[in-house]
């Protein structure tokens, strides 16, 4: 079983910093890609930032340039860099990563829990 947990979230002011951090840990074989997906209540959920297995990163124009999303395999972990920070950045924020059990090739995603944070004065 694998689980994904996030954590970081919180309250912060705008122009302020946070680092969200996605731990895998259960009995799998790889990670691959691994995304941060944010959702405000009552939409649905975006893509914020996306990272390869070889740890190529993508961003949805909203964030790049503030955010930074990075990989340490050795700890099965994807790290969400979130600096000037504004108050739009408010959200519940989830990562998703594709993972494959077994020495196979089937991938299969797992979510986390999510965890809020809130860009407020």
């Known amino acids: 079983q694998v689980q994904l947990v996030e954590s970081g979230g919180g309250l912060v002011q705008p122009g302020g910093s946070l680092r969200l951090s996605c731990a895998a840990s259960?009995?799998?074989?790889?990670?691959?890609?691994v995304e941060w997906y944010r959702q405000v209540s009552g939409n649905e959920r975006d893509l914020v930032a996306a990272?390869?297995?070889?740890?190529?990163?993508n961003y949805a124009d909203s964030v790049k340039g503030r955010f930074t999303i990075s990989r340490d395999n050795t700890k099965n972990t994807v790290y969400l860099q979130m600096n000037s920070l504004k108050p739009e950045d408010t959200a519940v924020y989830y990562c998703?990563?594709?993972?494959?059990?077994?020495?196979?090739?089937?991938?299969?995603?797992?979510w986390g829990q999510g965890t809020q944070v809130t860009v407020s004065s």
């Open positions: 259960g009995s799998f074989y790889s990670i691959n890609a």
């Open positions: 998703k990563a594709g993972v494959r059990r077994d020495w196979t090739i089937n991938e299969y995603d797992y």
């Open positions: 990272i390869s297995k070889s740890g190529s990163a």
